[in-house]
Each structure stands twice: as C-alpha cells, then as structure tokens.
C-alpha cells in the first residue's frame, strides 16, 4: 500500500482512529493533541508548568511544546532561548479567541482551548474534552532522511478545509541555570523547545505531498522536529494534524 493510500484509508475511519492505542504507522502513536505552553526564565509562577510540560512530553499521544516569551525579559534577567516571534504568535491566539488574555505560563490546546500552564486538571480536561480541543483529523506521515524530510498530509475529513504546513525545529531538552531575576539560582529543564517556525506550504483539503531540506532545521540548537497544520485566518486557529520528528 503506498503512503498516501494508508492516509487516505486512516482519513476514512474518522477521528477513532486517533484514540487507538495502536500506531498509525509502526512504531508510531497519532498524537490527539498539540500543548504550546508559553513560559519565561524571568516568571515565578512558570517551572510548575515547565514540570508539568516535562511530564507531558513523556506522553506518546500528546505532542508538549515550549514556547518562552520575551516580555518578562525587564525583570531583571533575559530569557535566553525566548523569540519575539513566541510572544506575537501567543498574543495572534488571544486576538483570535478574542479575550486577549496573554499570561505566563498559558497553555494553548490544538490551537483553541487555553489554560493555565501550571493547572494539570484543567489541562488534562482540555486535551480529553473533545467539545474544548477536539482530536487532530488529519493524518499526517514525516520521514526525515540525510537531505530531506518528507511529509505526507491526507485528505480533510470534511470539504472546505484548508490550512498552512509548518515545520517547526525542536530543542529536545535545555537546561538552564538562572542568574538573576524572579527565578535566581534556579535550574530549570526546558522540553521540546521550540526554535524556529518555517512555513512548508498551503494545504487545500487534498492528499499532499510536500519535500523540506534537512537544512532547516540548522537553527540554534534544535534536534528534531514537530509538523503542524494549522488552519489559519488572520491569525493562527485550530490545529488539524501533527508530527512528531525523532526522538519526540
């Protein structure tokens, strides 16, 4: 059976078959939900949920990312693995949601749902709840290679979906020891964090077939990759599909 045959034959069974705990592929768990937390090495209140992040990282059908943000940075101590772009993509959700509600540390679900980074039980009802954060309906295949990754998204399970493929390169784990600041003399482990965002391509609802050199993920220090599809509308919206690179 060719790749795009077995996403085609996944995208008929619905979104069930993402709460199987077989792989789609072999050695492979569909993941159910996409965690961005947005944190900061200048935030008191923010390695709960780095701990919380740590945990859910170890989570096969969960993909854990970690985003720092930059606007703690007065406080006495610079985020060193924080981006400008972190913070504009937290507060794009809010405007998107409409509450613009932009705290550390913020967890957003599959692009919808949001909750306290450091509340585990809200969390865990976030990614269980399909009503909040509904399972991720489109199956998605990466492969990475010495030149290249390849990725396979398959068919919407509904007409009219459309979304933007991303590629986002992957620190797997950081230790940071913190100088200064709310945090001083703290050490704090940092998972799967996030590096860079690099736009693959358009997706229009259609089995698609998309080629990204190895390159890419020379930024920083990254070690691996996440593949996300996001709808997307003025703003970054719900996530319909992940991947996770290996070693995630």
């Excluded at 930059?70 to 998107?96: E, I």
């Excluded at 998605?140 to 991303?166: F, K, L, Y």
């Excluded at 220090?221 to 509308?233: G, K, M, T, W």
């Amino acid at each position: 059976m060719t790749r795009v045959a077995l996403l085609r034959l996944l995208a008929g069974l619905g979104p069930a078959w993402l709460g199987l705990s077989g792989p789609a592929h072999a050695g492979e768990v569909p993941p159910r939900a996409v965690v961005e937390l947005f944190t900061s090495q200048g935030c008191s209140a923010c390695p709960p949920a780095d701990r919380l992040v740590n945990d859910l990282s170890r989570d096969p059908g969960v993909i854990a990312l970690t985003l720092p943000v930059t606007y703690w940075d007065y406080l006495g101590w610079k985020d060193t693995l924080a981006s400008t772009s972190f913070t504009a993509r937290q507060r794009a959700y809010a405007s998107m949601r409409g509450d613009r509600q932009v705290f550390t540390p913020q967890v957003v679900v599959n692009g919808a749902a949001t909750v306290v980074g450091s509340d585990r039980a809200a969390l865990e009802r976030s990614i269980r709840d399909p009503g909040t954060a509904a399972s991720l309906p489109v199956a998605i295949h990466s492969e990475i290679d010495p030149d290249r990754i390849v990725i396979d998204v398959g068919p919407a399970p509904e007409a009219g979906r459309t979304a933007e493929v991303w590629l986002l390169p992957i620190a797997r784990s950081r230790d940071v020891a913190i100088g200064r600041g709310e945090n001083r003399g703290r050490t704090v482990t940092y998972r799967n964090v996030v590096r860079g965002m690099h736009h693959v391509g358009s997706w229009r609802g259609a089995p698609a077939h998309y080629e990204v050199p190895r390159t890419a993920l020379n930024q920083a220090d990254a070690d691996s990759y996440v593949v996300v599809l996001q709808a997307e509308h003025n703003g970054p919206g719900r996530i319909l599909g992940a991947a996770r690179g290996p070693g995630l």
